[in-house]
């Protein structure tokens, strides 16, 4: 039995890296002078992006599921999980993602992101996460969760509130504004 079980998580360390689409990562030095490490893995035939932000208290994990049309991202130092519609208009294709992130390494990441996305975090709690998908479950389950809808034209008047933002390189920057952000 346990040479079976071996064999089987042998295999898959060997599997992982032919199954993945495509891998990236970096490491650049953040805007307040800190350390950060991003990758990103992309996996084309089940259109999903999974971007892992590490850097301290103020790392991030989101899944990009283009096939359930949803964005989600836990933020480790709020406890929470964010769940929002993914604009496909703004967010880059799954396609294109890999080339997209290649050129903006040659070029240098220093630059602010080339989009962004704001959006609006709802004060109730998301009960059900099967309806976003298994790749979304996964992440949000164990924390609370919350539905965030996009603010086509953010203003500070629309909400002065506290924002947390994630930004993937410096392709697409989201921030996530709410009473959740409030210290």
Not at 3 to 12: D, K, N, P, R, V
Not at 44 to 54: A, E, F, L, T
Not at 93 to 120: C, F, H
């Amino acid at each position: 039995m346990k040479l079976i079980i071996l064999s089987a998580a042998l295999l898959g360390v060997f599997l992982a890296p032919i199954l993945a689409s495509n891998n990236v990562n970096v490491k650049n030095q953040g805007n307040r002078g800190g350390n950060s490490h991003q990758s990103v893995s992309i996996d084309d035939k089940k259109q999903v992006v999974n971007v892992d932000s590490n850097n301290g208290w103020h790392s991030w994990n989101s899944v990009w599921d283009y096939a359930s049309g949803y964005v989600a991202t836990r933020i480790f130092s709020k406890k929470a999980c964010i769940v929002a519609p993914l604009n496909k208009e703004i967010m880059p294709d799954v396609t294109v993602l890999p080339k997209a992130i290649k050129e903006k390494q040659k070029t240098g990441a220093q630059a602010p992101p080339d989009k962004q996305l704001t959006y609006t975090v709802s004060r109730n709690k998301i009960t059900d996460l099967s309806t976003y998908g298994k790749n979304i479950e996964n992440l949000c389950r164990g924390v609370p969760t919350y539905l965030a809808h996009e603010v086509k034209a953010p203003s500070f008047v629309y909400y002065s509130g506290s924002c947390f933002r994630a930004n993937l390189l410096c392709l697409l920057g989201i921030s996530y504004c709410g009473e959740t952000f409030e210290n």
